[in-house]
Nanobody, 126 residues
Framework: QVQLVESGGGLVQPGGSLRLSCAAS????????MGWFRQAPGKERDLLAV????????FYADSVKGRFTMSRDNAKNTVYLQMNSLKPEDTAVYYC???????????????????WGQGTQVTVSS
């Protein structure tokens, strides 16, 4: 298990950008795949992106492909989600999570992730 803390959320205008960070504690971080999810009010928690342990492979959901970029810095025990061209429908609480495996096709459910952060709110509005 790792402890995860997200930061970087806030209010941004449509078309703007934000970069979320997720800091992890624990020496096992470098062996874990990491994911970003989001959950809007009244909706299910949706997987957005996953990155493998080295950062060499990523999966993106169609809803964010081409707009969001996930990366990691193992020296800093941190993963990032760069979000560009934000839309009002991107408004949600964003969570990072850790998994023991990486699936190139993104075949995950939230139960495949054993550790979760507390979430950070992203609001896209003019």
């Amino acid at each position: 298990q790792v402890q995860l803390v997200e930061s970087g959320g806030g209010l941004v205008q449509p078309g703007g950008s934000l970069r979320l960070s997720c800091a992890a504690s624990g020496r096992t971080f470098v062996r874990l795949a990491m994911g970003w999810f989001r959950q809007a009010p009244g909706k299910e928690r949706d997987l957005l992106a996953v990155i493998n342990w080295s950062g060499g492979s990523t999966f993106y959901a169609d809803s964010v492909k081409g707009r969001f970029t996930m990366s990691r810095d193992n020296a800093k025990n941190t993963v990032y989600l760069q979000m560009n061209s934000l839309k009002p429908e991107d408004t949600a609480v964003y969570y990072c999570a850790a998994s023991t495996h990486f699936d190139y096709s993104g075949r995950y459910t939230p139960r495949d992730f054993g550790s979760w952060g507390q979430g950070t709110q992203v609001t896209v509005s003019s």
